[in-house]
Every structure is written in structure tokens, then in C-alpha cells.
């Protein structure tokens, strides 16, 4: 019984990436040695001239010289059928990327973000010319664009005013401008969203930064990041330039999306984790009040949220790749377990930022700290690949079919192979949501029984007798402020499901689980009030919403048992290089 204590805290304790002992056993020999040359990188670099970088705005270039000696981005993103050797595009593995970039510094991750979305489209071609070019592009060390997004119409793409018209000579000239599209100034190929002026079919096509007639007009961010506005004044594209027409290229920029908007989720763990270090070696070294810091009991309880707030957010997150991975025409679960990935966690990772930055207050703002930067970039990424409320609203059109229509599929095991994940480039239609169906959730709800998760379970049972009882009417269901916080109940259902999936697969510590529902009961019971509040609640609304607000159980053994063996002993295990 010690020996099994002993594997479950060993387990658990390495949850959370720590740079210094982080042995990424999961992945191959080759992917591994990659991720840990890139710790290596910025560890090389050291803190003092990452914080000096970010300060100054500069471009990367060692970063991205980096990647082009080690083939970095080749290795990781070119597909397995245009590359060979250890080139493949694999989730698993990206995501291991995502954590680190994301844990150095938003900005290197944000190089690699968009050049995988402006890889999206050209996988999902059948353009073989662009294909084959960008197989060699990438293995020469050049990065990408994606240009979706335009001034006036944000990420509206039905109203693109980015137009191809026909020239003289059979092929088109495209006029017309993009905004907010990062790597635009230096990408090698930047795929471009518009509508065929004649017809006013969707197309995507290709242009190169460098070409005469593409206008590089400004980067409308002051940060190291290049993110531009440019315009394409007659540029002249050929059919072999053309990635895609009409309801497919609809399909492509959606379903690039999908695959890009899952790293978001990541980058916010990297940049938690970093963080929590940063503020616990802070607070635990502090000497104040003839006590430390970490001995005051509201302190306390702030990491302690802090740091369950984030193995949650990695637990499902870990456990969402496998759904992605494991994704068919005819098992399309990820595509609620993506969005999430982009809106639930990044959420998460703000409050974890906010009660860290409660502990830290003003050392939070210091120039020298990484935290300053954490704190800034936390923010970004709700707001990135699809707003918050934009995410929800694409969530909230599976809850129907998720607790009343459960479908029935073989268990999906850890996706740890060293495959390609061919179906990220061939989802498909991106109608018909509706048909989607997922595995019951209590099915692994049944199998934990810890006091928090049976009175999660009493709220999960009140939320499907609102959703019947209480029904929300035809102008509830258009006043997005009562859908946001409906969405919410339901998101924290799925979000605990996959946690305890993951959780038994892994062999997590069952008083992290019971102190994670402590959390997420408090949660629950917050959205429960913000939706009894409403003014257009009915009266069995009201009175659902109220039986809905629960206490979690307080234990003190457990609570003491989270602060030693988790919380407090991560105090001085990680510091970057200076």
C-alpha cells in the first residue's frame, strides 16, 4: 500500500512541467531530444535577455534561426506524406511544444501558432503544387500566415472585401487588405481568405510576403510580434496558386481554426506553470509579519486554488488530445472538446494568474519578473481563434445531444503512437453539428464517489431538470448573457468528465480530484446565481438556480495533505537561468 501512496505522488507530482526534470518518456527519441533542445534554447538565453527582448520589441530571429538549424517547425509540422523520416503532424507532440513556448514567453508561441495556421489550408488542399513547395519551404526554416481576419470585419468571413478578379491572361489579380495577421511580414507563404469578385465564391489562395505587389503596411501591435495589416494591389494568382473554391474553402478556414484554436489551451498551462514557480519561490522566501509569506492561511488557500485550478487544466486538456487524435467522420467529439480547450481553459488560466498576482501584488509588475509578462499575455489568449462568447455559442449547440441523446463508442485510450493525425486535414463539412453524439457522461462519473464529486453530481442532476423543467424560451435563448451562463454550467460537466477520465488513466491522487470539485462546486454555484439573478428568469428557473448554489465538504487533513505534498513543495524546485 506505501509502495502504490508512493506512485500515486510521484504521479501527481509530475503533472506539471518542471524544465529541469522533465524527461517527455511519452514521445519518441527524436521528438524529445527536440523539446528538450528547445528548454535548452531558453534556458541558454536566460531570463535576463527574454525579459530584455520582450521590452524592446524584438523580432525573434534567434528563436527562429533556432528552429531553422534543428528543423523545428519542419520536423513538427510538415504532414507525414511530404516529409519522411520523423516528419509528421502530431498533436501529442505539438502540444508538448505549445506548453514550452507558452512557458518561456507568449511571443515565440505566437510564431508557431500562426504558422500553423497558415499551414491549415495548404494540408487541406489538394493543391500538390503548394504542397510540395511548402514541404520545402518549411524545411528551409521558414514560417507562415494565415490571412482570415479584415479591419472592418474582424473575423466576419462572410462579408470578405478581399476579392479576386479575372484578368486578361485566365488567371486573377487580388485586391484587397487583411488585418491583424501575425508573421505577414516575413512568412514565405501567407495564406489568404477572399470571395471570387464575379461569382462571390468563397477562395483561398496563397501569396509570398516578399512579392512587389504585396504591401506590408504596418504592425498594429507594439510587442515582439509582427502583427500586420497588408494589402494585395493586383497581385496575380494562377490556378496553381488557388487552394480551394466555394463551399471548401468555407470548410478550410473553419476547420484550420478547429485545429489552431487547441493550442491556446496549451500556451496558458506553459504560462501558469512558469508563473506559479515565479510567486510560490517569491512568497515562500518572503519574511513578513515575523511569519513567511506561506504561512499565512489565506495565502495558503490562494495556491492552493491556484495550483488546482491548474493540474485541471492540464488533466483535460491532456486528455481532449486524445479525442482529437482519435477523431473520424464518424467520431466528431473533439469538436466540442476543442473549443474548450481554447475557452474553458485560457479562462482558467486567467484566474490562476489572479491569485497568484493576489499573493505577489506589486512584485507582479517588476521588470525583471516573468510574471509581468505572464500576467499581460494570460489575457490574450480568451480573446484569440474566436472570442470567448463566440466558442460558447458553438459549445452550448451540443448540450441537448450530450445529456439526453448519449451515443455509444469503444473506449478511446491514450494516443501516444507516433502516427500523423490525417483527419485534422480531411474534416470535412463543417454543417450538421446537430447529429454530433458523445459517450455518457456517467459512465466515469459513477466510478469516484470522493464527497465533492457526489455533490457535483447533485448539481449535474439539478442542471438536466432545469434544461427539462425550466426550459429556456425563444428570447432566453437569444439574450446571450443567460446562454453564457448556461454554457458555463455545462461546460464545467464536460470539463469534470474528462479530468477524471484522464485522472484514472494517469492514476492521479483522489484528494487532488475531491479538492478540484471543491472548485469547481464554487463555480457551479457561481454561474447557478448569476443565472437566478437574471431578469427573465422564470420562478422554477429561480428555484432550480437556488438548489443549484451548493457548499463543497471542508476537509483540513485533505486540504493540509495538497499544501505539503504538492503546493508548498514546489518552493525552490524551478528558477530560470539568469
Given at each position: 500500500?506505501?509502495?502504490?501512496?508512493?506512485?500515486?505522488?510521484?504521479?501527481t507530482k509530475g503533472l506539471l512541467l518542471n524544465p529541469r526534470n522533465e524527461t517527455y518518456k511519452q514521445l519518441d527519441e527524436h521528438s524529445r531530444e527536440l523539446v528538450l533542445k528547445t528548454i535548452a534554447f531558453f534556458e541558454n538565453k536566460g531570463k535576463e535577455q527574454l525579459k530584455e527582448d520582450d521590452h524592446e520589441r524584438v523580432w525573434y530571429e534567434d528563436f527562429l534561426n533556432f528552429s531553422k538549424e534543428e528543423k523545428l517547425f519542419a520536423t513538427f509540422l510538415t504532414t507525414a506524406d511530404y516529409g519522411g523520416g520523423e516528419k509528421r503532424w502530431d498533436t501529442q507532440r505539438n502540444c508538448a511544444i505549445n506548453e514550452v513556448l507558452g512557458f518561456y514567453g507568449l511571443s515565440y508561441w505566437y510564431t508557431w501558432q500562426v504558422t500553423i495556421l497558415g499551414l491549415g489550408p495548404i494540408w487541406m488542399s489538394n493543391n500538390e503544387v503548394v504542397k510540395k513547395k511548402t514541404a520545402q519551404l518549411l524545411d528551409e526554416g521558414n514560417i507562415f500566415a494565415f490571412g482570415l481576419s479584415e479591419k472592418e470585419h474582424g473575423a466576419d468571413i462572410y462579408t470578405s472585401?478581399?476579392?479576386?478578379?479575372?484578368?486578361?491572361?485566365?488567371?486573377?489579380?487580388?485586391?484587397?487588405?487583411?488585418?491583424?495577421?501575425?508573421?505577414?511580414?516575413?512568412?514565405?507563404?501567407?495564406?489568404?481568405?477572399?470571395?471570387?469578385?464575379?461569382?462571390?465564391?468563397?477562395?483561398?489562395?496563397?501569396?509570398?510576403?516578399?512579392?512587389?505587389?504585396?504591401?506590408?503596411?504596418?504592425?498594429?501591435?507594439?510587442?515582439?510580434?509582427?502583427?500586420?495589416?497588408?494589402?494585395?494591389?493586383?497581385?496575380?494568382?494562377?490556378?496553381?496558386?488557388?487552394?480551394?473554391?466555394?463551399?471548401?474553402?468555407?470548410?478550410?478556414?473553419?476547420?484550420?481554426?478547429?485545429?489552431?484554436?487547441?493550442?491556446?489551451?496549451?500556451?496558458?498551462?506553459?504560462?501558469?506553470?512558469?508563473?506559479?514557480?515565479?510567486?510560490?519561490?517569491?512568497?515562500?522566501?518572503?519574511?513578513?509579519?515575523?511569519?513567511?509569506?506561506?504561512?499565512?492561511?489565506?495565502?495558503?488557500?490562494?495556491?492552493?486554488?491556484?495550483?488546482?485550478?491548474?493540474?485541471?487544466?492540464?488533466?483535460?486538456?491532456?486528455?481532449?488530445?486524445?479525442?482529437?487524435?482519435?477523431?473520424?467522420?464518424?467520431?466528431?467529439?473533439?469538436?466540442?472538446?476543442?473549443?474548450?480547450?481554447?475557452?474553458?481553459?485560457?479562462?482558467?488560466?486567467?484566474?490562476?494568474?489572479?491569485?497568484?498576482?493576489?499573493?505577489?501584488?506589486?512584485?507582479?509588475?517588476?521588470?525583471?519578473?516573468?510574471?509581468?509578462?505572464?500576467?499581460?499575455?494570460?489575457?490574450?489568449?480568451?480573446?484569440?481563434?474566436?472570442?470567448?462568447?463566440?466558442?460558447?455559442?458553438?459549445?452550448?449547440?451540443?448540450?441537448?445531444?450530450?445529456?439526453?441523446?448519449?451515443?455509444?463508442?469503444?473506449?478511446?485510450?491514450?494516443?501516444?503512437?507516433?502516427?500523423?493525425?490525417?483527419?485534422?486535414?480531411?474534416?470535412?463539412?463543417?454543417?450538421?453539428?446537430?447529429?454530433?453524439?458523445?459517450?455518457?457522461?456517467?459512465?466515469?462519473?459513477?466510478?469516484?464517489?470522493?464527497?465533492?464529486?457526489?455533490?457535483?453530481?447533485?448539481?449535474?442532476?439539478?442542471?438536466?431538470?432545469?434544461?427539462?423543467?425550466?426550459?429556456?424560451?425563444?428570447?432566453?435563448?437569444?439574450?446571450?448573457?443567460?446562454?453564457?451562463?448556461?454554457?458555463?454550467?455545462?461546460?464545467?460537466?464536460?470539463?469534470?468528465?474528462?479530468?477524471?477520465?484522464?485522472?484514472?488513466?494517469?492514476?492521479?491522487?483522489?484528494?487532488?480530484?475531491?479538492?478540484?470539485?471543491?472548485?469547481?462546486?464554487?463555480?457551479?454555484?457561481?454561474?447557478?446565481?448569476?443565472?437566478?439573478?437574471?431578469?427573465?428568469?422564470?420562478?422554477?428557473?429561480?428555484?432550480?438556480?437556488?438548489?443549484?448554489?451548493?457548499?463543497?465538504?471542508?476537509?483540513?487533513?485533505?486540504?493540509?495533505?495538497?499544501?505539503?505534498?504538492?503546493?508548498?513543495?514546489?518552493?525552490?524546485?524551478?528558477?530560470?537561468?539568469?
Amino acid at each position: 500500500i506505501q509502495e502504490d501512496e508512493t506512485d500515486v505522488v510521484t504521479v501527481t507530482k509530475g503533472l506539471l512541467l518542471n524544465p529541469r526534470n522533465e524527461t517527455y518518456k511519452q514521445l519518441d527519441e527524436h521528438s524529445r531530444e527536440l523539446v528538450l533542445k528547445t528548454i535548452a534554447f531558453f534556458e541558454n538565453k536566460g531570463k535576463e535577455q527574454l525579459k530584455e527582448d520582450d521590452h524592446e520589441r524584438v523580432w525573434y530571429e534567434d528563436f527562429l534561426n533556432f528552429s531553422k538549424e534543428e528543423k523545428l517547425f519542419a520536423t513538427f509540422l510538415t504532414t507525414a506524406d511530404y516529409g519522411g523520416g520523423e516528419k509528421r503532424w502530431d498533436t501529442q507532440r505539438n502540444c508538448a511544444i505549445n506548453e514550452v513556448l507558452g512557458f518561456y514567453g507568449l511571443s515565440y508561441w505566437y510564431t508557431w501558432q500562426v504558422t500553423i495556421l497558415g499551414l491549415g489550408p495548404i494540408w487541406m488542399s489538394n493543391n500538390e503544387v503548394v504542397k510540395k513547395k511548402t514541404a520545402q519551404l518549411l524545411d528551409e526554416g521558414n514560417i507562415f500566415a494565415f490571412g482570415l481576419s479584415e479591419k472592418e470585419h474582424g473575423a466576419d468571413i462572410y462579408t470578405s472585401d478581399m476579392g479576386l478578379s479575372k484578368d486578361n491572361a485566365g488567371g486573377y489579380l487580388a485586391n484587397g487588405s487583411k488585418y491583424y495577421i501575425g508573421n505577414a511580414n516575413e512568412a514565405a507563404l501567407v495564406s489568404t481568405f477572399g470571395k471570387i469578385t464575379e461569382t462571390d465564391e468563397y477562395v483561398f489562395f496563397v501569396v509570398e510576403s516578399g512579392h512587389s505587389n504585396y504591401e506590408l503596411v504596418k504592425n498594429v501591435l507594439n510587442s515582439q510580434n509582427y502583427v500586420a495589416e497588408y494589402k494585395l494591389n493586383d497581385y496575380p494568382i494562377g490556378e496553381d496558386q488557388i487552394l480551394a473554391k466555394g463551399r471548401d474553402a468555407w470548410d478550410m478556414a473553419l476547420n484550420t481554426v478547429n485545429v489552431g484554436k487547441f493550442n491556446l489551451g496549451w500556451a496558458s498551462i506553459g504560462i501558469c506553470t512558469h508563473a506559479y514557480y515565479e510567486a510560490l519561490n517569491h512568497a515562500a522566501n518572503r519574511h513578513l509579519f515575523d511569519h513567511y509569506v506561506t504561512d499565512f492561511v489565506h495565502v495558503q488557500q490562494l495556491f492552493v486554488d491556484a495550483y488546482v485550478r491548474l493540474a485541471a487544466m492540464k488533466l483535460f486538456a491532456q486528455r481532449a488530445i486524445d479525442y482529437m487524435r482519435a477523431a473520424s467522420p464518424d467520431d466528431r467529439r473533439y469538436l466540442l472538446f476543442t473549443p474548450m480547450v481554447k475557452m474553458k481553459v485560457t479562462t482558467q488560466g486567467e484566474e490562476v494568474i489572479n491569485a497568484l498576482w493576489d499573493v505577489i501584488a506589486a512584485k507582479g509588475f517588476e521588470k525583471d519578473m516573468y510574471f509581468e509578462m505572464a500576467a499581460r499575455d494570460i489575457r490574450a489568449l480568451p480573446k484569440l481563434e474566436g472570442t470567448v462568447h463566440v466558442n460558447m455559442a458553438l459549445i452550448v449547440k451540443f448540450m441537448a445531444n450530450y445529456f439526453f441523446k448519449p451515443g455509444k463508442y469503444p473506449t478511446i485510450e491514450r494516443q501516444t503512437g507516433s502516427e500523423n493525425d490525417d483527419f485534422l486535414f480531411n474534416q470535412g463539412a463543417t454543417k450538421g453539428l446537430g447529429k454530433t453524439r458523445f459517450h455518457d457522461h456517467k459512465k466515469i462519473y459513477s466510478q469516484f464517489n470522493q464527497p465533492n464529486i457526489k455533490i457535483f453530481k447533485k448539481q449535474i442532476r439539478l442542471l438536466k431538470i432545469f434544461l427539462i423543467l425550466g426550459k429556456p424560451s425563444k428570447t432566453q435563448i437569444k439574450d446571450f448573457d443567460f446562454l453564457l451562463n448556461l454554457g458555463e454550467l455545462f461546460t464545467l460537466v464536460v470539463y469534470g468528465q474528462l479530468i477524471l477520465e484522464n485522472a484514472k488513466i494517469l492514476g492521479i491522487d483522489e484528494q487532488l480530484l475531491d479538492q478540484i470539485f471543491d472548485v469547481m462546486i464554487r463555480d457551479f454555484s457561481k454561474f447557478s446565481l448569476q443565472l437566478y439573478t437574471k431578469g427573465s428568469a422564470t420562478l422554477i428557473q429561480q428555484n432550480i438556480c437556488r438548489r443549484m448554489v451548493k457548499r463543497p465538504v471542508e476537509d483540513n487533513g485533505r486540504f493540509t495533505h495538497l499544501w505539503e505534498t504538492y503546493v508548498y513543495s514546489m518552493k525552490d524546485q524551478y528558477e530560470m537561468q539568469p
